[in-house]
Structures are given as structure tokens and as C-alpha cells.
């Protein structure tokens, strides 16, 4: 390998790497990214993968010879990093398992695996992908919803759903449910579950308008677009059938309302204890939130337009789940609550459902002790002075 290119792309490439990469891996190659060199291409080739999750990112350089190898992820950015100049040299002999880095006058030394195992990204056929596009949307209003027990795996994935009308998704963690729609070009007519974790890897990595072809190799899903390929293994089972959900609840009355003033007074009213409790209290066309601390309370009220029903009653709901919600949501907003008091909110492009939580005990009132008298001390009898004996006549 001898290969002088821009340091800060290849930086950036290694960086984005270096976060799949495990670092604790029991495999040494596992903890690495694999260079290969294409002297018919013109490309150098990173990739890295957790087993889980792989990215293949390819760069255009100029190079003689075909090579392989394979350096500790972490440590191939941390270089980079602090080599200084705009290009850098990677250069090895072939044989030796030593890759040199040269940036201005400074120079690394790094010992290599040899490419051996390391595991090969699968590739869809043409014809079997879809256009799809959107994806940090799509992971920002679903991603929110799913769980983090790890004892509950499906939970952990957001359930992608090609459909007639383009893309949908889908998060559950047995609280709260949210359902999204994504890109209407993507069709289809297959549900697949993709770990949140990968989810959130991908939409760290591109834009909204970015457009990637996607489609099923094996077991993984890969997206991919021009020297990008992100791999991520799909997880089977069966997830809650969030549309029959949605079919079935009833609300009692709905409401016309912002998400911004919904998220606004939810903050305002959270600040005495953000991981607690709200109740929400429905008088017409006015809602009061209040929430209770040990500090203190709060409570502010939010009016709105009432839609259908007779707006009344109080119902609680969790603050982080109904926060994180308002978080990923925006515009004009229906607000309804169904039958045990769950809440639902629909957007334009989002519904969310959140189930109601059981109004918390009052702390009991302390009993005030009556102070008690002090006791009487009891008097001090005198002591009988003992009778003198008379003297017989």
C-alpha cells in the first residue's frame, strides 16, 4: 500500500468507522477497520462492524497496488487527528504487518492484522431494493418510543412498514406507542424490525434528502448510496399491530392545539420534577397542567379548541415520556383522550399514544402530638417523729 491523500476526509471516514468498531471486542479484528486498496478503482475502502451493524465508506485516491489490511479503529482516527498537514501517506511493504502514517514532518508506526476473517458485507440485488429517503425524520419520531430493557428485544426496534403508501414507522415500549410516516415513494408490502441502536447509527451519518437504495441480504437490512453501505441485522418476531391499536381507540373528546404551547407548558410546570408526574385537567376548552414536587408545585393552564365531546376530568401521565414525545413533534395537533383515560395526540405525519398513570397517593398529613403535661411531683410526706416512751411512775 502506498496512498497520499486529504487527511481530513480520510479523518472524517475514520471517525465515522471508528464508531462501529466495538472497542471491547474479544476479536482483535473486530476492534479494527479493514483498508483495501483497489488499484482498478482508484478507491480506498474502509469498513468496520460490530456484528450487529457495518459501514463500508469508500474514497476516490490514486494507487498503484492492491492491499488489505487491518488497524485498530480508535487508534487509525486518534492519528489522524493529530498528524498535521492536509494530506497524509499510508504506506506499508507488503509482508510486514507495520502500516506508516506521515502527515508534514510527523510520523506513526502501527502494527496491522491481515484482512484473515474479517466478515464480509452482503449486498442486495439491484432489482430487490427501494428508493428511501428521510431517515433522521424517521428516527426522530419513532426512536423516542421504544425501550431500552434488554430483556425486551423486540421493544428495542422500531418496526419499519413498506406499504402501497409509501413508508411507515413504528415504535412500543408499553407505555407509549408512536407511528410515523416516512417517504411515499418508498413502497412495498414487508414489515422488519430494525434495532433502534442501528437506527440512530445511520441517521447520525446522512441528511433528510439524502436518497439511499435499501434492501434484504440474508438477515440484514443494507442501505446504500454512492461510497456508503451501512449493514445492520434485522431482528425477528412478531410486534404489536399498532394500526389495529389505533383502529380501536375511542376518545371522549378531542381538542385543537399547538405542540410548541404543548411542549412549553409541559416544560414549565415539569421544572419542580422532571421525572414525575402531570395531571392534566380538562375544563372546556382549558387545560391545566400541574405537577407536584417535593420542593414545591406548579401549574399552568393552556387553552385550546375543543373539537368533539365535553372536555372534563383529570388524568395523569409520566413527564419524561410525554417530554420526549413533545420533543419530536411539531405544528397543529389533535389532543384526545380515550378509554382509561389514555391521551393521543395527531399531527400531520405522526400519531402518539400514551397510556394514563394512577393518580399518586397523597402523603399522608402528620398528626401534631399534643404536647403531654409534666407529671405532678408527688409531695413529700413528712416523717412521723417516732414517740417517746413515758416513764413508769
Request: charged share 25%; net charge neutral; glycine share 8%.
Amino acid at each position: 500500500m502506498n496512498i497520499t491523500m486529504n487527511r481530513a476526509e480520510l479523518l472524517s471516514t475514520a471517525q465515522r468507522a471508528a464508531a462501529i468498531a466495538p472497542a471491547d471486542s474479544p476479536l482483535e479484528s473486530l476492534r479494527g477497520t479493514l483498508l483495501e486498496a483497489n488499484a482498478a478503482t482508484g478507491t480506498l475502502t474502509l469498513t468496520a462492524t460490530n456484528l450487529e451493524t457495518a459501514l463500508e465508506q469508500s474514497l476516490s485516491c490514486p494507487t498503484a497496488e492492491d492491499d488489505a489490511l487491518v488497524v485498530d479503529a480508535k487508534l487509525l482516527a486518534g492519528m489522524l487527528e493529530r498528524l498535521p498537514g492536509d494530506t497524509v501517506e499510508l504506506k506499508r511493504t507488503p509482508g510486514v504487518p507495520v502500516l506508516s502514517l506521515r502527515g508534514g514532518q510527523t510520523g506513526y508506526d502501527i502494527a496491522i492484522w491481515e484482512r484473515g476473517s474479517f466478515p464480509k458485507l452482503e449486498i442486495p440485488f439491484p432489482e430487490d431494493t427501494v428508493k428511501l429517503s428521510g431517515i433522521p425524520s424517521m428516527a426522530r419520531h419513532t426512536m423516542f418510543a421504544t425501550a431500552e430493557d434488554k430483556d425486551k428485544p423486540l421493544m428495542r426496534c422500531v418496526n419499519l412498514m413498506f406499504t402501497q403508501k409509501g413508508l411507515k414507522g413504528a415504535g412500543y415500549n408499553g407505555r407509549c406507542m408512536v407511528t410515523a410516516q416516512g417517504d411515499d415513494k418508498s413502497t412495498g408490502n414487508i414489515n422488519l424490525l430494525l434495532p433502534a441502536s442501528s437506527l440512530e447509527k445511520l441517521a447520525a451519518l446522512c441528511k433528510d434528502e439524502d436518497e439511499f437504495y435499501v434492501g434484504i441480504a440474508g438477515k440484514n437490512l443494507v442501505f446504500m448510496r454512492q461510497g456508503f453501505k451501512l449493514s445492520t441485522r434485522l431482528m425477528e418476531g412478531d410486534y404489536m399491530d399498532t394500526d389495529r391499536l389505533m383502529n380501536n381507540i375511542r376518545n371522549q373528546f378531542t381538542v385543537l392545539t399547538d405542540v410548541a404551547d404543548l411542549r412549553r407548558t409541559l416544560k414549565t410546570v415539569a421544572a419542580v420534577d422532571p421525572k414525575g408526574r402531570v395531571k392534566l385537567a380538562f375544563d372546556g376548552g382549558r387545560i391545566t397542567f400541574s405537577c407536584q414536587g417535593e420542593q414545591g408545585s406548579a401549574s399552568e393552564c393552556l387553552d385550546t379548541a375543543p373539537l368533539t365531546g365535553i372536555p372534563r376530568g383529570e388524568y395523569w401521565y409520566l413527564i419524561p415520556d410525554l417530554t420526549a414525545c413533545l420533543r419530536s413533534l411539531s405544528g397543529t395537533a389533535t389532543l384526545g383522550i380515550a378509554q382509561a383515560g389514555m391521551l393521543d395526540l395527531s399531527t400531520e405525519h405522526a400519531y402518539y399514544m400514551q397510556t394514563a398513570m394512577r393518580e399518586p397517593a397523597a402523603a399522608p398529613t402528620p398528626v401534631q402530638e399534643t404536647p403531654k403535661a409534666a407529671p405532678k411531683k408527688a409531695a413529700k410526706k413528712k416523717a412521723a417523729k417516732p414517740k417517746t416512751a413515758k416513764k413508769a411512775a
